[in-house]
């Protein structure tokens, strides 16, 4: 696979205009105090709270260039075809074996050029670490060069992917050699996957300083309006897709379950209402929740979609291919309806989707057969339930889980009853 290397012009440009931009809007901290930059081809690795952390990361380490790893969707749209390329960006279809995004790897490291890695692969939909396949560490330890990490705080408070606009505020990063290649020879794939977790979750920041100002937002204002994206279950009636929010508030339109959220992203309950204390912590509930309706007798689950299929022109984005039934049972994801004027049976085994991307109130995703599916629900504020439903039955079903465990998924939880 042919991967150019980034344009140095494009990407001086890109630092002298956006580096003064993101230390004026969102007062950017760089604590380089832990790193020295190897020689070199290295591996960068960093956390993925929202759509800023690739700008975040490139020019943090400005001016080592890297070659980022991103996902296929977006080579797919005007102009970002044309610039990715430029950037020697390398497509990758997620949670899918892809040979080719390996190859290319290969290639930017063989010529001594470095690569940026996000292994969670996707935004986290609740500003939480979202755990890593497993392969990552295998694939680390094959490739053999210095590893370099990235911890990025802040971004989800400012640019939440659930949420169309930014707002400024505090983000902070910090580099840290991780791996060198003699200690990559000698760990374990078991031992790199796990200290990858520990770094990317913030499990080993540093201390904060006592005079260090919090990692908050500067705004005061319409800080819950797309919440109801990705948080659609009350905790107080159980039930779903009743919440909505305006400006800082949301409430529950049957039972007036309220809170409003403030700048450290926390909610404060009206009085008599139950409302968890984060977004985080409402998410794993509502997660628990879905994944208390899964077991292995349970009838299929089923929606109907339309589906949408990568366009054979580039820049031409994705295109309306048919409509159908899409179900989930215990063996895995099932598409049964049209597809470019043909019927088709289409099945996704548990095992191979740890994990259903989505597009707030359009798309969830799956990868699979070297590309990917688009499916739009006929009520689209459900692509975060069947997000949800997706990665429960994965940690339920899935046999042997290939993902590492975060605060709402391991195999713990699902070996008892709380749920």
């Not at 694939?139 to 210095?146: D, E, H, M, Q």
């Not at 688009?374 to 949800?388: A, G, N």
């Amino acid at each position: 696979m042919k991967v150019k290397k980034p344009n140095s012009i494009i990407y001086f440009i890109v630092y002298i205009i956006f580096f003064p931009l993101l230390k004026l809007l969102f007062r950017l901290n760089v604590d380089r105090s832990d790193y020295n930059s190897p020689d070199g081809p290295v591996i960068v690795v960093s956390n993925h709270e929202s759509f800023m952390d690739f700008l975040v990361v490139m020019l943090s380490i400005y001016p080592r260039k890297v070659n980022a790893v991103t996902a296929q969707k977006f080579f797919l749209f005007k102009p970002l075809h044309k610039l990715l390329p430029l950037m020697g960006c390398i497509p990758k279809n997620l949670f899918d074996p892809d040979v080719r995004s390996i190859i290319g790897i290969r290639t930017v490291l063989k010529r001594g050029d470095s690569i940026l890695l996000y292994p969670e692969g996707r935004c986290s939909s609740d500003g939480a670490y979202v755990g890593i396949h497993k392969s990552t560490g295998k694939l680390i330890k094959k490739l053999a060069v210095p590893v370099v990490s990235c911890y990025i705080e802040g971004s989800y408070r400012c640019m939440p992917f659930w949420r169309d606009s930014i707002r400024t505020g505090r983000v902070r990063i910090s580099i840290r050699n991780l791996f060198t290649p003699d200690e990559l020879q000698s760990l374990s794939v078991e031992d790199i996957n796990s200290a990858l977790d520990k770094r990317l979750s913030g499990q080993d920041a540093l201390p904060k300083l006592p005079n260090e100002k919090p990692l908050r937002t500067n705004a005061t204002r319409r800080l819950a309006e797309g919440l109801q994206n990705i948080i659609y279950w009350c905790p107080k009636c159980f039930r779903e897709f009743t919440l909505e929010t305006k400006g800082c508030l949301i409430r529950c339109t049957v039972c007036g379950n309220a809170a409003k959220i403030d700048r450290d992203m926390k909610f404060i309950p009206t009085p008599g209402s139950v409302v968890p204390d984060t977004i985080h912590e409402w998410f794993k509930d509502l997660t628990r929740y879905e994944a208390g309706k899964l077991h292995a007798d349970m009838d299929s689950l089923t929606v109907k979609v339309n589906v949408r299929l990568p366009a054979d022109i580039p820049g031409d984005g994705m295109i309306e291919c048919g409509s159908g039934v899409v179900s989930l049972s215990p063996k895995g994801w099932y598409y049964n309806g049209e597809l470019k004027g043909e019927h088709v049976s289409l099945f996704f085994p548990i095992d191979t989707v740890p994990a259903l991307p989505i597009d707030p109130n359009d798309v969830f995703q799956i990868y699979a057969h070297g590309t990917f599916y688009m499916f739009s629900p006929e009520d689209k504020r459900t692509c975060i339930k069947y997000s949800v439903i997706g990665e429960c039955a994965y940690w339920k079903f899935a046999s042997p889980v290939q993902m590492t465990p975060t605060a709402i998924f391991n195999e713990k939880l699902y070996e008892t009853d709380c749920i």
